[in-house]
């Protein structure tokens, strides 16, 4: 692609966004031209559309390696980088999914402004995934958060999904309102709001200690609150139970993968290593927030995980399942060495990648469930296999993944996460990473033995609708290939990114 002009470099940034946007306005257009009976495949526009802005997003290609100035663009809004396109890519494909399986919820199959609203959540995902300014940072997650608010609570009459969206609503203010005036803190000490002009100025050593750190504090109770890590994690699994479950899985998968993508950037760019700052004796902010995402992970980890022992509702299962996984991920984060090698941001981008691909296969079949049984609860889901054994395949092959098992995707993103913790010298993070990969077994494979070895009540086939068949081979297919002959070159794709957080001014 060319980025011989700026106009040229600035248009391409911005261009999965541009055709969201576009695609945005065809849903509602097509919600107001189109006949009752047509608007049940709007989702389709949707789903296949993102899917498409996906594929765009990851040929596009970005500038050269090492140029920061060529990468910085829009004012220095947005960053065109590797990282920026891993990350976006994940949320685009999150959001496809996302729309394919909602069509197999009647009540959400023909809105189109549901899909439209879902479509601009995914926009603000994207935009977080490349911010590299504070003002971009806060209007990104705030544009995903306000729509998810929404989203979650969409179903009016059902007193579920309300709850849901006023608790997520409520909690998510609050942790907005402590990250802005973090934020605020930071652009009051510095004056600038590029995050790696502020990286420069706080590494000087200029400023007193404690205002930095109280802001280091602020900011890091937003991005914990986005995770699900502990202790910002109380919200979750009442709003994973409450909401339309499309939108518990692109909660728990483009929102998370985003925060993640923008927690990466945001760290490196504003608390650098000392080793990657020019200038005599700058001041290392850098351990604080290492040790602080290393406690996160063992707390996060290890309460996830004991707390999904005792749940019988599957929806919440997965709650406390994906604050386990944020405490995997955060192992990553902790494990960012100043060596350039870039193997725990990487790790982070891989495993991110396929967490996005299981949680969203394991949501496909529960919906699924729901539909045809009108139950959520583990117990019901005795004989399922033997129902529908491809859907209790591609559910066991998403639990295997979460779990760590091979030849899921999963097995590989853990292995790459505790080799970049031991290669960090902190050994006891990946222990502890280890232990708890043994307690998530047991509720997974909980799960497989009542799906597999108890009588179901029903011999009847639970239908499969072509939107499902779509989610379900795509997802399917990425989890087992990912964790095969597509080990390479996404591994491969996720260094590239991980090296861009070393490219500092």
């Given amino acids: 692609m060319d980025f011989s002009t700026d106009a040229q470099a600035s248009v391409i940034a911005i261009l999965p966004e541009i055709l969201m946007v576009a695609l945005a306005v065809t849903v509602l257009a097509l919600d107001v031209v189109w006949r009752r009976a047509q608007r049940t495949d709007i989702g389709y526009v949707a789903g296949f559309g993102l899917l498409g802005i996906a594929a765009i997003v990851f040929l596009v290609g970005t500038p050269p390696r090492g140029d920061l100035s060529d990468q910085l663009l829009l004012g220095g809004m947005i960053r065109h980088d590797d990282l920026a396109q891993i990350f976006r890519v994940m949320v685009i494909l999150a959001g496809g999914i996302g729309c394919l399986i909602t069509m197999g919820i009647p009540r959400l199959r023909a809105r189109g402004d549901f899909y439209a609203v879902l479509i601009v959540s995914i926009i603000g995902a994207s935009l977080a995934s490349a911010a590299a300014d504070l003002i971009m940072v806060f209007l990104a997650v705030e544009t995903l958060s306000i729509t998810l608010y929404a989203l979650a609570g969409y179903l009016r009459d059902d007193d579920a999904s309300t709850e849901a969206g006023l608790k997520y609503f409520l909690f998510g203010a609050f942790a907005s309102a402590l990250s802005l005036y973090g934020l605020s803190l930071v652009y009051g000490l510095t004056g600038k709001t590029n995050i790696y002009e502020l990286g420069r100025l706080l590494s000087t050593g200029d400023l007193s200690d404690p205002p930095v750190v109280i802001a280091l504090g602020l900011v890091m109770v937003g991005f914990a609150f986005k995770i699900s890590a502990v202790p910002f994690h109380f919200w979750?699994?009442?709003?994973?139970?409450?909401?339309?479950?499309?939108?518990?899985?692109?909660?728990?998968?483009?929102?998370?993968?985003?925060?993640?993508?923008?927690?990466?950037?945001?760290?490196?760019?504003?608390?650098?290593?000392?080793?990657?700052?020019?200038?005599?004796?700058?001041?290392?902010?850098?351990?604080?927030?290492?040790q602080l995402t290393a406690v996160l992970a063992v707390i996060s980890m290890t309460l996830g995980n004991l707390l999904a022992l005792v749940q019988s509702n599957i929806k919440r299962l997965l709650a406390y399942s994906t604050i386990a996984h944020a405490g995997y991920v955060l192992i990553g984060v902790a494990a960012i060495s100043t060596d350039k090698s870039g193997d725990g941001a990487a790790a982070v981008a891989f495993y991110l990648f396929m967490y996005v691909l299981s949680n969203m296969l394991a949501f496909a079949v529960v919906i699924l469930f729901a539909s045809a049984t009108g139950s959520e609860q583990i117990r019901d889901l005795a004989g399922f296999a033997r129902r529908s054994p491809?859907?209790?395949?591609?559910?066991?092959?998403?639990?295997?993944?979460?779990?760590?098992?091979?030849?899921?995707?999963?097995?590989?993103?853990?292995?790459?996460?505790?080799?970049?913790?031991?290669?960090?010298?902190?050994?006891?993070?990946?222990?502890?990473?280890?232990?708890?990969?043994?307690?998530?077994?047991?509720?997974?494979?909980?799960?497989?033995?009542?799906?597999?070895?108890?009588?179901?009540?029903?011999?009847?086939?639970?239908?499969?609708?072509?939107?499902?068949?779509?989610?379900?081979?795509?997802?399917?297919?990425?989890?087992?290939?990912?964790?095969?002959?597509?080990?390479?070159?996404?591994?491969?794709?996720?260094?590239?990114?991980?090296?861009?957080?070393?490219?500092?001014?």
């Fill in 390 to 505: 491809w859907l209790g395949l591609a559910m066991t092959v998403a639990l295997l993944s979460l779990a760590g098992i091979p030849p899921a995707a999963g097995f590989v993103g853990k292995f790459l996460l505790f080799r970049a913790a031991v290669d960090a010298g902190l050994v006891w993070l990946a222990l502890a990473g280890v232990a708890n990969v043994i307690i998530g077994l047991y509720y997974y494979l909980v799960i497989v033995k009542v799906m597999y070895m108890e009588e179901s009540p029903s011999d009847e086939a639970v239908p499969v609708s072509t939107p499902f068949k779509w989610a379900l081979t795509i997802s399917a297919a990425g989890v087992l290939l990912f964790g095969t002959l597509l080990v390479t070159p996404l591994l491969d794709w996720a260094t590239d990114a991980a090296h861009a957080l070393y490219v500092l001014l």
């Fill in 236 to 290: 979750t699994p009442d709003v994973y139970e409450g909401a339309p479950t499309s939108i518990t899985a692109v909660l728990s998968t483009a929102s998370k993968a985003a925060s993640f993508g923008l927690l990466l950037r945001f760290l490196f760019a504003v608390f650098p290593p000392p080793a990657l700052i020019a200038g005599t004796d700058p001041t290392d902010y850098s351990a604080l927030w290492v």
